[in-house]
């Protein structure tokens, strides 16, 4: 089965003023959309064609550049839509995110320096994320498409530090972008949900 872009979950302008409709539209439109019709050519007739975007990302890692580069973006993508909401983040979480938060990343406040940190430090393009390993929460970050899948983690949180995800809005200001996405706008229910499926 092809990918597929998935429409954006909210409106084009919901998350101003900490992401604009002009982001918004070229990185979803543009930039997305490139890494939909692009992984769907390559992977067409290679043994990936027909597998679930999991096993894709997995298998090609390391092995088809050029697959990988694309479906795991798609991928991160997929997902980081999702991890944003109008009046989202914050310190308002769900109970056992809360806990898991607390237990293993040393609290919110915590969470919060490391995850920042992790984004800003990341050179080049890259993710910052809040992954499941070993039963345990853990801020990661990985260059350019990769993800924790590729490192034996599952991913349920993760912020986009390419530059076309923050440039029209913060030119080259990653730290405040990246602090803007953890006060204003992750959706902690969907991190949650997440977080129960890899538990």
Request: aromatic share 14%.
């Amino acid at each position: 089965m092809a990918f597929e872009l998935a429409d954006l979950p909210y409106a084009y302008d919901a998350l101003a003023p900490y992401m604009s409709a002009e982001t918004l539209e070229y990185h979803h439109d543009k930039h997305h959309q490139t890494y939909v019709t692009k992984g769907n050519d390559l992977v067409k007739g290679t043994e990936f064609e027909g597998k679930s975007i999991e096993e894709v990302v997995t298998g090609s890692f390391g092995k088809d550049a050029g697959i990988f580069n694309n479906v795991a973006q798609h991928y991160n993508h997929t997902h980081f839509w999702k991890w944003m909401k109008a009046g989202g983040g914050g310190k308002s979480l769900p109970e056992k995110l809360a806990k898991a938060i607390e237990s293993d990343l040393g609290g919110y406040d915590k969470f919060r320096e490391d995850f920042i940190a992790a984004g800003a430090a990341q050179f080049g393009s890259g993710w910052a994320w809040v992954a499941v390993k070993d039963g345990k929460l853990e801020i990661m970050k990985t260059p350019n498409g990769e993800n924790p899948l590729v490192h034996g983690g599952t991913p349920i949180l993760g912020c986009d530090v390419w530059e076309h995800s923050y440039y029209i809005d913060y030119r080259n200001k990653r730290p405040d972008y990246l602090a803007a996405f953890v006060d204003s706008l992750i959706n902690w229910e969907y991190v949650e949900e997440l977080y129960e499926a890899a538990s």
